[in-house]
């Protein structure tokens, strides 16, 4: 079913809504209080082009959290499972959040500028919350606040042409996770090499927003020789990659381990983290589920809550969290939490869509 | 300009939107990850009929954060600057939640269910979050979660009538802010005389999705006679009666005065709040800017963020936040924050709408 969606002040646009709109976006979604553009053509066409080309994505819905003071480092450490005691100035930390009940709370991209600034680029969640209660409950010497920064994503094969052609061949020697100071223009900007595809890419963190807005017009000025598109994070594409979405595929209600985040929780250091505790019983235990991916054979899909999925029993052996018509597999692929027993390749299972019930089978993330 | 808002269980539906959707809901928006509907016929169609019948509005948006144990008062206590030591069980408060800066970060109604089990039913951010990162920091012994709890709200000058039908005549002893326990069909729901609109009404609070379902329909079946419609908070009529709403009309940069919620803030007593000190300094200095009403000289307005107003100098003397046709005034009204200068009956002003310059005066609120 299609529905209009209703514009506010409290689902504000970017500093690039503007621009999109003349571009002909088509639909949004909401991402951290803000309109997150979902399609300009089809999803189809637009996973197609990706994969080939370059495109540039509005994700200003990416908020960056700000945290500065003496006391930072020990308040972002407190929120994440992951060891952050060695991080280095100029590297960018995907660590998920966790509460002291072991739940993920967000997974966000973590940027260290310096020995006491960070900047916590948040999935859809309200992480300068949590980050407040902790700060003053703790009476930490920190400062918080969600920075005015608009973020533009550069993904796609033809990503290093078209920003060489902008920055300079310096950009080409960021490499994956780490962040440095380009110019255009005369003007500075802090560019990562990030993105939520695999495509490769760059994200672009912009504090002016006339330089850029001027560097978005500039892009597509000279961005037809690349075959450069206004685009948006493509469902398929991140679904196949094994990209995860916060609120989609995981919630609160899950645990790091049940997401697949092993690598990024450490439990043997002597990091204090709200939900070391916890998760240390969790570990002791065992996990009971977990994220897996899967393919159904079906043309088409519309998720709006999970959807259980069976064996040929009928018992219940997960559910499916976000799925896409995959181009390159001409069939559903998704990415579902499945009940421990279940979690292997080739497992098959049925699933109720639309009164219809299809065939699909269980798959490793990314899915190959 | 109307665009399609993409599905994902990221933005996930309520126990009615099935209901809703046959009811032919137009449009969404979002709110606390869900789906809340805002149209189904015009918005001018429906603010007429809530002033002279009854409607039925899915809001269960309005997420309730449960909050229990030993400490659970004091931790309730510490996130607003509304005295709750007196507090009853039985009675409703609206409480603006402040941070320790003294930005408000929520302002949602507060309900006692016992000494130690508390809902905090919040307007659109993650209260959730911000609760349990006080509460961790603090090693509280409580209990945070959000409730599996739809809400559906009653209102109109017929839902006296509506409801005494469904729930007997007990009902219509409940005041106002308070909330009891009633049966329908040997099911009990808990239910308060509260709601988003001043054409009274009442709002149920459903745990059990299939008795909430039965309810629903009944209200439909037997509704005709009293003029019963699906309805939504409706935007004219809320604005009018200086019903405010988070992240539209307020935000994290402003201050519980700013928003002129005088009467909820005491800093006179001992209670405990983490942005007393703060509030006591604002106080002091005297605040800058406080909401309002306007009134302007046009037929047709969007907002997607402030507006400029300025008087006939070209002088800023304000911002206008939110804003819908009013069939009442034929014209448009709104809530702005205002410059304290300027925060006077019939101000006059000037603001320009998609390139044309129209006339306006600041009102008191509710808008009269």
Request: hydrophobic fraction near 35%.
């Amino acid at each position: 079913m299609k529905t209009i969606i209703t514009r506010s002040r409290r689902l504000r646009g970017t500093s690039f809504t503007s621009r999109i709109e003349e571009q002909g976006v088509k639909s949004y979604t909401v991402y951290n209080h803000m309109l997150l553009p979902t399609t300009f053509s089809t999803p189809e066409e637009e996973y197609n082009h990706l994969k080939k080309y370059v495109q540039i994505w509005d994700v200003s819905v990416q908020r960056e959290i700000e945290i500065t003071g003496k006391d930072s480092s020990q308040l972002v450490q407190l929120m994440t499972c992951r060891n952050l005691s060695n991080s280095k100035i100029g590297f960018c930390y995907y660590a998920p959040l966790v509460d002291s009940e072991g739940g993920v709370i967000n997974d966000p991209l973590i940027y260290r500028l310096s020995e006491s600034k960070w900047r916590v680029c948040i999935a859809d969640s309200d992480v300068l919350l949590f980050a407040k209660g902790i700060a003053s409950a703790k009476k930490l010497d920190v400062n918080i606040f969600e920075a005015k920064i608009d973020v533009l994503a550069v993904q796609g094969p033809n990503s290093d042409k078209l920003m060489e052609k902008v920055f300079g061949e310096r950009i080409n020697k960021l490499k994956f996770f780490r962040f440095d100071f380009f110019e255009f223009n005369k003007k500075t900007f802090l560019i990562s090499r990030s993105g939520y595809s695999k495509q490769g890419g760059f994200e672009i963190h912009i504090e002016d927003i006339e330089a850029g807005l001027n560097l978005y017009d500039h892009f597509f000025k000279i961005g037809d020789v690349f075959n450069l598109k206004p685009g948006t994070p493509n469902h398929p594409e991140r679904i196949e990659g094994g990209l995860l979405s916060y609120g989609s595929d995981m919630d609160i209600n899950d645990n790091p381990f049940e997401c697949g985040f092993d690598k990024y929780i450490d439990l043997e250091s002597d990091i204090i983290f709200l939900g070391k505790e916890k998760l240390i019983k969790i570990k002791e235990n065992g996990i009971k589920k977990r994220l897996m991916g899967v393919k159904i054979e079906a043309k088409a899909i519309t998720i709006t809550k999970e959807i259980p999925m069976k064996n040929s029993e009928g018992k219940v052996l997960g559910q499916l969290r976000s799925a896409a018509f995959s181009p390159k597999f001409k069939r559903i692929v998704g990415i579902a939490m499945i009940e421990k027993d279940y979690c292997k390749q080739l497992q098959k299972f049925q699933i109720e869509i639309n009164n219809n019930v299809f065939l699909g089978e269980i798959c490793n993330l990314p899915i190959e």
